[in-house]
């Protein structure tokens, strides 16, 4: 599945080296996959066994809590809610981030280093750093104005998809960069205009880097929990929230908490590793150079 | 971030050449002075203006509110809440009264949570990463199991592992034969930092195998004529070569992990364990909880000045030596 990489040595690696990587990827591979499992077989057990001792295969099977968890709480509205969110967050940040790669990767300009700097400073700060100013801001703009981004969807879009920005915006540059520009000058004289080059040569191109890119900005988008909590109400509540809360209440459904955590988890992670070999062509071509 | 980002563009700078050369039989869609000049921050424009409103300005507004007295009564107008000059720093600083003192504890617990868990993940990461170098039967399918934690939502994963954790029917105390309270407590600090370890390290793993791919194939070559080993192929050319992509990677696991609130308000739900109070999370509840948000800022602010000098120091050391090299 992914690309060959160049083999370290032209000999054969000695026992030593094939045994310790054998042992330690071993150990490693469990302990990714410890939580994937709890998860998966939990879910698959009656509530009284999820209580209980743990017990590492199911006595009793049932999907049971596969049908339960959409009653139990309002899954789907949450699902539909995470699903508008991040679709739409990442379909914003990708055209954008398209938009200012291809200036700064294309032209020279004033100020192009402050714009690099700036935007992936905004990187470090933390996130508990302008929630509560945001949160003030948009109460604010809500009171004044009435546009109502405090509690609605469209203020956690506008905040999730400058989230994924600034390293979107930093991995397409170095895409961008990678492609010939005779390529877009060619099409220039062919008479398309700038943007008419960026669509038609340098974004058909960039494919698999725009692909990573979406990609970074729907998992960012659809796991974020510290903004969902203070940003959203009854209705536009998101999975993370709705999530947490299923599984602090008193009594907690472990067995259904565990299978709308797979449930929720399966979309992200199938789209991840189906295209996770852009992902590391991207970061190989954009950041490690 | 910054050093190394920043070639791509002055790379291409040279070649540019948007104004001028051979003659221009196209139609202009764009007036033809706005497109010399003003195209590129026509392009930026956007990305520009949505920073700026989510992070930039929400920023310098929550410096302004660590100098006033913002308290529960004056959010619907925060413009009229009184100035408090520094009063919410010196509350903030003064580690003998109760406030302090926490915000204090707070910090080291999250010093010590941050270079294990940056420690161990990078550790994790680079062996994964050399070690899967050369091809084998079933990489491919190792590389998608150890990405996974990092695909995998962090609510659910977090949840997941609060799960484990529970004392009663927890996998965690079934397997060490013990009853010992994990989500609580003393033992909260290492359930903390397994958890953060355990979704930290496959993006170490990614980021230092895209590092390996760029090394040429020929020094490997050249060192195997010579009769070096593979442990010492590792030592001399291998974790040398990674040596700017670690400046980066540990640069952002260190960010990342600091500011880490996902993790604890995740595993612990409201109100984290003294052992496990991050100060994401110490700051959240001090100002949701209180309602004081004035005094919240003033500590977030604190933060970032912490974490500004942080990174300015490594970044200065870290590139002083790099500098030579790359000239």
């Known amino acids: 599945m992914p690309r060959s990489t160049p083999a370290r040595s032209p000999l054969a690696p000695p026992p030593s080296f094939v045994w310790t990587r054998r042992i330690v990827l071993t150990l490693l591979a469990l302990f990714a996959l410890l939580p994937v499992y709890v998860m998966l077989s939990s879910s698959v057990k009656p509530l009284e066994d999820t209580l209980g001792e743990w017990s590492w295969i199911p006595s009793r099977f049932t999907l049971r809590p596969y049908v339960d968890i959409w009653e139990t709480v309002p899954l789907a509205k949450y699902f539909v809610n995470s699903l508008i969110v991040a679709g739409a967050a990442t379909v914003c940040s990708v055209v954008i981030a398209v938009f200012a790669a291809y200036a700064v990767s294309r032209y020279r300009f004033r100020g192009k280093r402050l714009f690099t700097v700036t935007i992936l400073s905004t990187q470090m700060f933390p996130g508990i750093l302008f929630l509560l100013p945001l949160f003030l801001i948009f109460v604010n703009i809500g009171n004044q104005t009435g546009i109502a981004l405090y509690g609605s969807r469209g203020g956690l879009i506008l905040t999730y998809l400058t989230f994924s920005l600034p390293f979107s915006i930093w991995m397409l540059i170095g895409y961008f960069s990678s492609i010939p520009r005779d390529l877009d000058e060619a099409a220039m004289v062919d008479g398309c205009g700038p943007l008419g080059a960026l669509f038609r040569v340098v974004v058909p191109a960039a494919v698999p880097g725009i692909v990573a890119v979406a990609v970074y900005a729907f998992m960012t988008a659809w796991g974020e929990v510290l903004f969902a909590s203070v940003m959203t109400n009854d209705t536009t509540r998101t999975l993370a929230v709705g999530l947490k809360a299923y599984a602090t209440e008193n009594n907690v459904y472990w067995n259904q908490v565990m299978a709308a955590s797979l449930v929720v988890s399966v979309p992200v992670v199938a789209g991840f590793l189906l295209l996770q070999r852009y992902l590391v062509a991207g970061l190989t071509a954009g950041a490690v150079k | ?327």
């Open chain 2, 1 to 327: 971030m910054t050093s190394l980002d920043l070639k791509a563009p002055a790379a291409g700078e040279a070649l540019s050449s948007p104004a001028g050369g051979p003659p221009r039989r196209r139609r202009l869609r764009i007036p033809d002075r706005l497109r010399r000049g003003g195209l590129p921050y026509l392009l930026l424009l956007p990305a520009l203006a949505l920073e700026l409103l989510i992070h930039l300005v929400p920023m310098v507004v929550g410096i302004v509110m660590a100098f006033k007295e913002l308290t529960q009564f004056y959010i619907r107008d925060w413009g009229s809440a009184p100035w408090a000059g520094f009063d919410n720093f010196r509350v903030a600083v003064d580690f003998d009264a109760p406030i302090g003192a926490e915000l204090l504890h707070s910090f080291w617990v999250t010093c010590t949570f941050t270079v294990l868990a940056v420690g161990f993940s990078w550790l994790f990461g680079v062996t994964a990463a050399i070690l899967m170098q050369e091809g084998f039967r079933g990489r491919g399918v190792l590389r998608a199991v150890f990405l996974t934690p990092y695909a995998l939502p962090v609510y659910a994963a977090v949840i997941t592992w609060a799960f484990m954790f529970q004392r009663d029917n927890g996998l965690v105390n079934s397997a060490l034969g013990g009853d010992s309270f994990w989500l609580i407590g003393e033992n909260s600090f290492w359930a903390l930092t397994i958890v953060a370890v355990w979704k930290t390290w496959p993006f170490a793993f990614l980021m230092l195998m895209a590092g390996l791919q760029n090394i040429p194939r020929e020094l490997y070559e050249a060192a195997a004529i010579d009769g070096a080993g593979i442990w010492q192929q590792i030592r001399r050319i291998t974790l040398p070569s990674l040596a700017p992509v670690n400046q980066v990677l540990v640069l952002v696991l260190f960010l990342w992990t600091f500011n880490d609130f996902n993790t604890p308000y995740l595993l612990f739900g409201k109100g984290a364990p003294e052992a496990a109070d991050l100060v994401s999370i110490h700051i959240y509840d001090s100002s949701f909880i209180t309602w004081n948000f004035g005094s919240g800022s003033a500590m977030s602010a604190l933060l970032l000045l912490f974490l500004l000098l942080v990174t300015a120091v490594y970044l200065l050391l870290t590139s002083r030596g790099r500098k030579g090299a790359d000239a």
